[in-house]
Structures are given as C-alpha cells and as structure tokens.
C-alpha cells in the first residue's frame, strides 16, 4: 500500500518567509495541531522577544 503525504505551508514571519512541512496522512492530524501549537508558541517568544 502506497503511502500518502500532506504538504502543509505555513506563514513564518510578516516578512514572506514560509514553513514547509510534510505530513504522513495516517498522522496528519495529530502532527498539524502539535505543529500549530508550535507555531503559537513560537510566536508567543517572538512578541516577547520583539518588546
């Protein structure tokens, strides 16, 4: 059985940068919402950072 993937593109920054992930179908689900919880995260640190 042949294998299916999920290409998930993202937003980085304000500045046009992107983030390009790709997703095993079986996972797909699970693996967007830890990589959004991510992101949050991610973007939580920038804020601080940007202060």
């Not at 830890?34 to 804020?47: G, I």
Request: net charge negative; aromatic share 10%; with cysteine.
């Amino acid at each position: 059985m042949q294998e299916s993937w999920i290409l998930v593109v993202a937003p980085l920054d304000g500045f046009g940068r992107r983030i390009f992930l790709m997703l095993s179908a079986e996972c797909a689900v699970d693996d967007a919402l830890d990589f959004v919880e991510t992101l949050l995260k991610l973007e939580q640190t920038w804020q601080l950072c940007a202060r």
